[in-house]
C-alpha cells in the first residue's frame, strides 16, 4: 500500500498553480472542497497538501484558509487553528455561520446528530465549531425551528 509521502507528485500533477490560488482540479466536494484519496481514504485536498509539506495534522486542529477559497492548496494560504479559530476567522471575515445556517440546514443537522453522525463531522461539514453544533442541536441555538431530531 502506498504511503501518503509517495503520493506527492500524483498530487500536485492534479493542481492548477496559474493563479495566486493554486485551485485543486481533481474531485470536489458538495460543498466546495478538493477532495483526494490516497490509500483509498478520501481527504480534503487542502488537508492533504498541509500533510504533505509538514507532516501530520495535530490531533484536534484544522487547516484552515487565509483566502476563503475551498479548491486552494497553496501552503501559504493555509494555516492550522481549531475549531474555534475557525469560527473567530469567520466572524472577522463577516462569514459567521450563525447567519449562514438556513432552517433547513438546522433540520439536517440535527438529522445527522440523531442518526449518530458525530459532532465534529457535522461541524468540519457545515465549517463550524463542535460548539456550535451542540447548541443547534440542543436547541439553544436556532430554537424556533422545529423538526430534524428523527421525526421526518
Not at 13 to 26: A, L, P, Q
Not at 61 to 84: A, E, Q, W, Y
Not at 120 to 145: E, F, K, L, N, T
Amino acid at each position: 500500500m502506498r504511503k501518503i509521502d509517495d503520493y506527492t507528485e500524483r498530487f500536485w500533477e492534479r493542481v492548477d498553480k496559474s493563479g495566486d490560488c493554486w485551485v485543486w482540479t481533481g474531485a470536489i466536494t458538495d460543498n466546495g472542497y478538493g477532495i483526494a484519496t490516497p490509500n483509498c481514504t478520501n481527504v480534503k485536498a487542502h488537508r492533504l497538501a498541509w500533510m504533505l509539506e509538514y507532516g501530520q495534522i495535530p490531533k484536534g486542529m484544522k487547516v484552515l484558509h487565509r483566502c476563503d477559497n475551498k479548491p486552494c492548496v497553496r501552503l501559504s494560504h493555509l494555516f492550522i487553528g481549531t475549531s474555534s479559530d475557525n469560527a473567530v476567522d469567520c466572524t472577522k471575515k463577516g462569514r459567521n455561520p450563525r447567519c449562514q445556517l438556513t432552517p433547513n440546514d438546522v433540520r439536517q443537522i440535527r438529522r445527522l446528530r440523531s442518526e449518530g453522525m458525530r459532532a465534529a463531522q457535522i461541524a468540519d461539514r457545515y465549517g463550524m465549531s463542535q460548539g456550535h453544533i451542540q447548541r443547534v442541536v440542543s436547541g439553544i441555538s436556532w430554537a424556533h425551528v422545529i423538526g430534524g431530531q428523527g421525526d421526518g
